[in-house]
Structures are given as structure tokens and as C-alpha cells.
């Protein structure tokens, strides 16, 4: 009932271990509170909370619009919904290595158990767009030490991620995330990665989990678990399909409503009430009204 009986530390300790684990996680992109129940309940590894689906749930592009504050308190509102640890995008870091500490604190604070920070020039661009500019490895270096240095939860995964790989090639991508991992990076994701051989690339030159992001209509092909476990993939996000799949549903829906007047032909595509009222744990909450108001009025 409520919020998640785990604590936050507790979820980046057992996030952590899994990670060492040598498993491959799976976590599907959470667009509200609510969807990131229904991952914990589909049997998931954990939660991703993607930048761009953040600024989309604002109206707004991922080129950077969104503010640190926006972002933590959208980011407490999904951790807490679930026993799962989450993951979530934090962009450049809202500024530079002194405003890379604060983003850290301030995830830390939000319950998060784990964020990454990329080395797009600031304000960045979406991941898989064209003409992305990424800044030199001194600036790279310095946000991830910045943030590895400000953590007060030692548990709490710092993830590098990269846009080298579509500014200037593999090889400048496989020199970049040694350095990341030497400036104290605990995960490494190479962004718009395009084939199962880079990533096995990036898998053979540093002794830290790869992350791969499976988003679609990018620059990656959409390979699965299975494929990516083989070429040594430790974490996979599917950070928009979420979003995606329930906007095409709503899309549809409402042409319907628009050609129909009712929806009477959608039903068997909607979440039931009793699955919603089950997801949403009603008669938890119904016990305990029942055990506080339990008193009778004299009349």
C-alpha cells in the first residue's frame, strides 16, 4: 500500500549485487508511476526513467528543456511505486562537474538507485538524432569523477554513457570508456551503437557492466536479450517503447471515438477496471480504512 516498503539504500545494494551477478537485466522504460508497478508486476529486473520520455510527459523535445528539479521530483514519483531499483537518464547533468555533483545528491535524494551522465556538449540532443556534438575527454572525464566523487551512497551505480560512436568512429568510442571507467564509472553504455560486433568491441576493452539501449526507430538494430547476452551485454533499457506503444493505442482510440462515438469495439484492448483496481492494490487500502475508522457513532 502506499509507496515501496524497500528502502532506496536496500534497492542500490541489491542492485549492485545483481549487477555483479554477470545477469543480463532487463529494465523497460517506466512513463508514470503506475507503468512502473506494472513492470515490477511483469516480473522485470528494474525501472528506466528516460529523459526523453520525461520532456515528452512535459510537451517538450529531449534537447535539454528539462531542469534537475523537474527531473528528480518525476523520478521520486516512479521510484517510489515500486520495490525495483531505478534507473534514470540525467543527461549532461544539468551543467558542469559542480552541477554533475548536485544531480547526484539530489537522485540520491529522489531515491533513485542509479543515473547516467553523457558526454554530449550541453544542451544536448536526443541520442539518435543527427548532428549531436560531444564535448572533449578532459570535460567527459571530469563530470563522471565529479559525480563518482559526490556520492554519499557508495552503492549508488554511476553509468557513463557516450555519443562518441556517431561523432568520430568505435575507435575513439573504445578509448573514451576506458577513460570514463577510470574516472570512476561503475557501468558503461555506448549510445547508437549499430551492430552486436561494437558492442562486443566495447565489452573486450573494459572490466565494468555495458549497457545497451534498445530504443526504436534509431541508429541501433533491435536486438534481443538473448543476442545481446551473448556479446557480454549486462543491463538493456527499452527507455520510449512504453510511451510509445500506450500513445499509438490512445491515437487509435481516439479515431475511433471520432468515427464511432464510442468505444465500445476498444474494450477488449483496455486495461480492465478489476486489473487496474489489482495493480493499484485497492483492498490494501481498504483494510487499512476499515482497521482506522473502525469506531461506531452514538446515537
Not at 88 to 105: C, L
Not at 159 to 167: G, H, Q
Not at 227 to 240: A, F, T
Request: net charge negative; with cysteine; glycine share 8%.
Amino acid at each position: 500500500m502506499l509507496y515501496s516498503k524497500t528502502s532506496a539504500a536496500e534497492k542500490r545494494r541489491l542492485f549492485r549485487e545483481k549487477l555483479r551477478s554477470g545477469e543480463t537485466l532487463r529494465f523497460p522504460g517506466a512513463f508514470n508511476p503506475l507503468s512502473a508497478r506494472m513492470i515490477e508486476q511483469k516480473g522485470f529486473d528494474g525501472v528506466y526513467v528516460s529523459g526523453a520520455v520525461l520532456a515528452a510527459d512535459l510537451g517538450l523535445p529531449d534537447i535539454g528543456l528539462t531542469t534537475l528539479t523537474e527531473v528528480a521530483g518525476r523520478g521520486a514519483q516512479i521510484a517510489r511505486m515500486t520495490e525495483l531499483p531505478t534507473i534514470i537518464d540525467a543527461d549532461t547533468g544539468f551543467g558542469e562537474p559542480m552541477n554533475v555533483a548536485r544531480t547526484i545528491q539530489s537522485l540520491e535524494d529522489a531515491g533513485i538507485a542509479g543515473a547516467h551522465i553523457e558526454d554530449q556538449v550541453n544542451p544536448k540532443r536526443c541520442g539518435h538524432l543527427d548532428g549531436k556534438a560531444v564535448v572533449g575527454q578532459d570535460l567527459a572525464v571530469k563530470r563522471i569523477r565529479a559525480a563518482a566523487d559526490s556520492r554519499r551512497d557508495d552503492n549508488f551505480v554511476l553509468i557513463a554513457r557516450t555519443d562518441i560512436r556517431a561523432v568520430e568512429g568505435l575507435d575513439a568510442t573504445k578509448d573514451r570508456v576506458k577513460a570514463l571507467v577510470d574516472a570512476g564509472a561503475d557501468v558503461i553504455f555506448p549510445e547508437a551503437m549499430r551492430t552486436l560486433e561494437e558492442f562486443a568491441a566495447i565489452r573486450e576493452v573494459v572490466d565494468v557492466p555495458v549497457l545497451a539501449n534498445m530504443t526504436e526507430f534509431g541508429k541501433s538494430d533491435l536486438f534481443s536479450v538473448e543476442e545481446l547476452r551473448s556479446v557480454g551485454v549486462n543491463l538493456v533499457i527499452w527507455p520510449v517503447s512504453m510511451l510509445r506503444i500506450s500513445m499509438g493505442a490512445t491515437s487509435r482510440a481516439l479515431d475511433t471515438l471520432n468515427s464511432e462515438g464510442h468505444l465500445e469495439s476498444k474494450l477488449d484492448e483496455m486495461q480492465h477496471r478489476a486489473d487496474l483496481y489489482e495493480l493499484l492494490d485497492y483492498e490494501s487500502y481498504n483494510h487499512f480504512d476499515q482497521g482506522v475508522f473502525n469506531f461506531q457513532i452514538q446515537r
